[in-house]
């Protein structure tokens, strides 16, 4: 596995905020899926703006929690984030 077992359980029990249908139904399936999609785990949300900026998002004037509340932004039980691209 290439992410913490906390982090698929997020990705896992929240995936219905980014997808319609499950995409991932273990922890297995999660790791492969966020492998695939090349998820990235950030360390706070000024890393999450700089990600988002890197790969053409307009962020000027979205607060920190307009951040956190992007579909594809998973906040993770240490206070991460992992980024997975739909």
Do not use: H, R, W
């Not at 922890?27 to 700089?50: G, Y």
């Amino acid at each position: 596995m290439n992410y913490k077992k906390e982090y698929l359980e997020t990705f896992l029990k929240n995936q219905g905020q980014l997808f319609d249908e499950p995409v991932a139904e273990t922890l297995e399936e999660a790791d492969e899926f966020l492998d695939e999609c090349m998820a990235v785990v950030l360390n706070n949300v000024k890393e999450v703006k700089s990600y988002f900026e890197e790969n053409g998002m307009d962020t000027a004037g979205m607060s920190a929690a307009e951040l956190k509340e992007e579909a594809e932004v998973f906040e993770l039980p240490d206070g991460k984030f992992l980024i997975v691209e739909g």
